[in-house]
């Protein structure tokens, strides 16, 4: 499976912002997909996760308030909004997929993609 996360960008504080992760070469509803972010000099942190069916999310400590997850199965896409942009949501945001069950931990998933920037201004 090839993921291509794209839709990041420079944005301002307060704002919103959809990220979009398109897959190809696998069956998509197969996969649960995962966001995760990585701040320069931090580890990579989990974001949310969504379910191959769409039904269920599960989210990353203190990320249900600003963030949601969703997918559009017949356009292989899974998708993260973000509101309320804050400066510390300043990362590079990967997505990956994994067999279902969907998780939080980033080695339980076997595709990565290649990452968009997002930085936030004040």
């Known amino acids: 499976v090839q993921l291509q996360a794209f839709g990041g960008g420079l944005v301002q504080a307060g704002d919103s912002l959809r990220l979009s992760c398109a897959a190809s070469?696998?069956?998509?509803?197969?996969?649960?997909m995962g966001w995760f972010r990585q701040a320069p000099g931090k580890e990579r942190e989990f974001v949310t996760a969504?379910?191959?069916?769409?039904?269920?999310?599960y989210f990353g400590d203190s990320k249900k308030r600003r963030f949601s997850i969703s997918r559009d199965n017949a356009k292989n896409t899974v998708y993260l909004q973000i509101n309320n942009l804050q400066l510390e949501d300043t990362a590079v945001y990967y997505c990956?997929?994994?067999?279902?069950?969907?998780?939080?931990?980033?080695?339980?998933?076997?595709?990565w993609g290649q990452g968009t920037q997002v930085t936030v201004s004040s």
């Open positions: 969504i379910n191959y069916s769409g039904d269920s999310s």
């Open positions: 990956a997929a994994k067999g279902c069950p969907y998780s939080g931990d980033y080695y339980m998933y076997e595709y």
């Open positions: 070469g696998g069956t998509f509803n197969r996969y649960a």
